[in-house]
């Protein structure tokens, strides 16, 4: 087999976002790409020196092939505020203009296990993004990295089960089932490593992920790791905590019935108790299939992990606003 060069140009959709732009970043360090951002007219967002901005109309599919003809990978990332169509529109454009890769906004834990998808809200959606990046001809790459570590902790008590503001905390049966759980930095420099690696003709290569997932993490921790972490970073002890304790499958079963009646933080906690089903969870029970050191991923340290989760909630964060 010929050994072929890595990719060359890279196309992003949500490069302003919490995970596009460590993307951005990563990839630009690296000096290997031409990064092409899509973004639409008139957009506020700050975008790093370096990079090519396409400015796009995501219901003009013209403007769309356009942008992307001539790209070899496609990365989509969208807020879960988008509309339901757009994954689809930009892929359909995507297809037309020939690109061979693309990386969907499928993040997390891994769609085609079917075992944790059927229990995910909103897993057969995630699935069609891959089937019809398939069905158009084009090969996706999917990122399995367990949970962001940052959104999850900030994000509402819903989720990890943090409620900073009154200092309270609920753990998931007794807290201690193992779960997945990938900083957004390190997501940005799995892609650059990827992405670095020859397309073809080599080990490793990029072609050795297509049509598969990319397994990553930075942890594999609890959430009574979690707490421990966040006692050690602020001085405090679960003394400062009022703690409790919730059953995971009654905590599932409340979520979806609050999903199903119209609140959108019952679809959270619901998302996040499937992650914690002991014996069930987002846990990579196959290590050969962790491609960190493949990568030549960095270890990571928790506690400074978590002071990046902390300064987001003193500042006030709310991805909901």
Request: proline letters at 4%; aromatic letters at 10%.
């Amino acid at each position: 087999m010929v050994l072929t060069k890595h990719i060359e140009r890279v196309a992003i959709v949500g490069a302003n976002g919490n995970l596009g732009k460590h993307f951005t970043e990563e990839l630009l360090k690296t000096g290997k790409h031409t990064i092409t951002v899509l973004t639409r007219p008139g957009g506020k967002g700050k975008l790093p020196v370096g990079i090519k901005v396409a400015e796009v109309d995501y219901n003009d599919e013209a403007s769309l092939v356009s942008a992307l003809t001539g790209q070899q990978f496609l990365i989509i990332t969208l807020s879960f505020m988008a509309p339901s169509d757009t994954h689809s529109k930009i892929v359909k454009a995507a297809a037309k203009a020939s690109v061979p890769y693309i990386m969907p906004n499928v993040f997390g834990y891994n769609v085609l296990n079917e075992s944790i998808r059927k229990d995910a809200p909103g897993g057969d959606a995630e699935l069609r993004h891959i089937l019809e990046v398939k069905g158009l001809g084009a090969s996706y790459v999917t990122m399995a990295c367990g949970s962001w570590f940052e959104w999850s902790v900030a994000l509402c008590e819903e989720s990890f089960g943090f409620d900073f503001a009154n200092k309270k905390v609920t753990f998931y049966d007794d807290g201690k089932t193992i779960t997945n759980i990938s900083t957004w930095r390190h997501c940005g420099r799995a892609l650059a490593a990827l992405l670095s690696l020859p397309e073809d003709g080599a080990s490793p290569a990029l072609s050795q992920w297509k049509d598969k997932p990319l397994h990553i993490y930075s942890f594999a921790i609890s959430q009574r790791d979690i707490l421990d972490s966040i006692n050690r970073v602020r001085g405090t002890t679960d003394a400062d905590w009022v703690i409790g304790y919730e059953n995971t499958a009654e905590r599932y079963k409340k979520g979806m019935e609050e999903f199903k009646a119209g609140d959108i933080k019952g679809f959270t906690k619901a998302l996040y108790a499937r992650i914690f089903f002991p014996g069930r969870g987002y846990n990579l029970d196959d290590k050969t299939l962790l491609a960190n050191d493949v990568l030549g991923l960095p270890k990571e340290d928790l506690d400074e992990a978590t002071k990046r989760a902390l300064e987001m909630v003193e500042s006030g964060w709310n991805p909901f606003a």
